[in-house]
Each structure stands twice: as C-alpha cells, then as structure tokens.
C-alpha cells in the first residue's frame, strides 16, 4: 500500500538526504584511500563494493512507499542490480581500475537508467518535480558510457569515482532540500 503524499514526501526527504550525505562521505574516504596511479588496497575495494550497496539499500527501503506496479518493479530490478554490483566491483577490483571502471560504468548505465524512470514517474508537484534526480540520474547514464570508454584507453584512472559521488550526492541533497521546501509551502497555513 503507497504511503500518503505527505509522508511519502517526509520519507523521500530523509532517504534522499541519507543518501546525499553517504555518498559525499564516501567520495571523502575513496579519495584519500586509492591510490591515483591505478592499484587497489582492501580499504579502496570495501568502499568501491559499499558505493553500490548504498544504492541497494536505498533501493530496498523505496520500496515501501511503492504500490504494485512498474516504478516498484524498476526499483525492485534496481537494487538486486546494485547488489550484483557490489559483488561485481568487488571481483574486478583484483584487476585493477579497468577492470573495476567497466563494471562501474555498467552499473551505473542501468542505475542511471532506473533513476531517470522512476524520477519521470514523480514528477508530480508534490515531490518537487525531481529535477535534480532526473538530471543524476541522466549524468549518470552518461557518465557510465564514458567510464568503459576510459576503461579502455591507456590510463584508466579511479579519481573519477569521487567527483562521480560527489556529484551524486550533491543532487541527492538537493532534491531533499526541495521536498522540505515543499513541505513547509504546502503546510495549511494556521492564522
């Protein structure tokens, strides 16, 4: 059963605002924790395994506020996708930044994709009209055909990943500033 317009909002807020946050935190800590020059420790692999995990787990909790139908059908796909991911960065991070910017650049092609479809199916005044998501989420189509592009050229490089998160996150927590916004002008004003 779908939650409410009003507390489907309050919801989004804060999942939208979780997500914003992690992902800015995340491109802190991936930053400093690869090295530039293309090789992986433990501590760059756990966090190139928990970027998409973070999706996944946005993915599994936006289910709740979804009725049957296609957008829960596309974030379903969405997080098993982002799950697969995970597993996926984490096997191709033994083969270096190739290897883990073609599975990166192809997650995010198809979570791109999801988040460009399930931003078209709220546009509705009463999410805000999901501008920033739309546009995230298109970037980040985008920006998964130039990482397996890059992935196959002669330097593939990683630093990549971070200005992607923070630009993510960045979105993120401007499509929650949005819906707070909205939130308070939609309030029934009390004189």
């Known amino acids: 059963m779908p939650a409410p317009?009003?507390?489907e909002r309050s919801s989004l807020l804060k999942l939208y605002l979780g997500r914003g946050v992690l992902a800015v935190a995340w491109a802190l800590?991936?930053?400093?924790?690869?090295?530039?020059?293309?090789?992986?420790?433990?501590?760059?692999?756990?966090l190139l395994v928990a970027y998409p995990l973070i999706d996944a787990v946005s993915s599994l909790i936006d289910l709740r506020l979804l009725a049957d139908g296609s957008e829960r059908r596309v974030t379903l796909l969405n997080g098993v996708?982002?799950?697969?991911?995970?597993v996926g960065v984490g096997l191709a991070g033994a083969g270096g930044a190739a290897a883990v910017l073609h599975v990166f650049g192809a997650w995010t092609v198809v979570s791109g994709a999801a988040?460009?479809?399930?931003?078209?199916?709220?546009?509705?005044?009463?999410?805000?009209?999901?501008w920033p998501v739309l546009i995230a989420g298109g970037l980040s189509f985008l920006v998964g055909i130039f990482y397996n592009i890059?992935?196959?050229?002669?330097?593939?490089?990683?630093d990549v990943l971070s200005v992607y998160a923070t630009g993510g996150g960045v979105f993120f927590i401007v499509q929650a500033a949005l819906l707070g916004w909205r939130a308070r002008h939609m309030r029934p004003q009390v004189v």
């Open 115 to 130: 988040q460009v479809l399930i931003g078209l199916r709220r546009r509705g005044p009463e999410l805000g009209k999901q």
């Open 5 to 7: 317009a009003g507390a």
């Open 81 to 86: 996708l982002s799950a697969l991911a995970a």
């Open 150 to 158: 890059q992935a196959a050229g002669d330097a593939p490089s990683l």
């Open 29 to 46: 800590a991936f930053a400093s924790a690869h090295d530039s020059h293309g090789s992986l420790g433990a501590l760059a692999i756990t």
